[in-house]
T-cell receptor
Framework: DGGITQSPKYLFRKEGQNVTLSCEQNLNHDAMYWYRQDPGQGLRLIYYSQIVNDFQKGDIAEGYSVSREKKESFPLTVTSAQKNPTAFYLCASAELWGQGSTGNTIYFGEGSWLTVV | AQTVTQSQPEMSVQEAETVTLSCTYDTSESDYYLFWYKQPPSRQMILVIRQEAYKQQNATENRFSVNFQKAAKSFSLKISDSQLGDAAMYFC???????????FGGGTRLMVKP
């Protein structure tokens, strides 16, 4: 079954602790993204990657880090420097602009809830 | 930078009636796509409809259609014969050929009354 898998669905972080959210896709997409969504708000871009071993900061990258060692994987680490990490996190992927047959559509995983305790 | 604006934080519609959600955007690019995504309480982002900027014909998917006004930079979503399952947050989004990113509006919460 093709798609984007995020894990865990629920995660609790203690103060001062780093946590990592997993995102795996088997759609053979080159581009991958991480978005943050706060309650009742829209989506804000944290990081994105268009190729293995390369990634760019989005609008709210401070306190987060990513890696892209494999095409299908784009894990997000929420570091202790992120002072207000409680939110819903969405991973997404897409073919690069103008390539493929999906009409430049970006597809999403089911999301992960992160709560600070 | 591109911006997407949804001016209606909340909308309500009677079941079986029609509702239109508004979206405006700002860009200097000539080649781009516009999307409407639905986010139900499960928080899954579901693609509703997409529009290619260079196509003049408005996209249609069953009960969902758009009114794309390129010169006015407007992209509204019309839902016909509204159903209870249409109740959700709806996000308008923009993807251009620079940066491969998707920029979202703030969302519109749609309530459907039985």
């Amino acid at each position: 079954d093709g798609g984007i898998t995020q894990s865990p669905k629920y995660l609790f972080r203690k103060e001062g602790q780093n946590v990592t959210l997993s995102c795996e896709q088997n759609l053979n997409h080159d581009a991958m993204y991480w978005y943050r969504q706060d309650p009742g708000q829209g989506l804000r871009l944290i990081y994105y990657s268009q190729i293995v071993n390369d990634f760019q900061k989005g609008d709210i990258a401070e306190g987060y880090s990513v890696s892209r060692e494999k095409k299908e994987s784009f894990p997000l680490t929420v570091t202790s420097a992120q002072k207000n990490p409680t939110a819903f996190y969405l991973c997404a992927s897409a073919e690069l602009w103008g390539q493929g047959s999906t009409g430049n559509t970006i597809y999403f995983g089911e999301g992960s809830w992160l709560t600070v305790v | 930078a591109q911006t997407v604006t949804q001016s209606q934080p909340e909308m309500s519609v009677q079941e079986a009636e029609t509702v239109t959600l508004s979206c405006t955007y700002d860009t200097s690019e000539s080649d781009y796509y516009l999307f409407w995504y639905k986010q139900p309480p499960s928080r899954q982002m579901i693609l509703v409809i997409r529009q290619e900027a260079y196509k003049q014909q408005n996209a249609t998917e069953n009960r969902f259609s758009v009114n794309f006004q390129k010169a006015a930079k407007s992209f509204s979503l019309k839902i016909s014969d509204s159903q209870l399952g249409d109740a959700a947050m709806y996000f308008c989004a923009y993807r251009g050929n620079a940066g491969n990113m998707l920029t979202f509006g703030g969302g519109t919460r749609l309530m459907v009354k039985p």
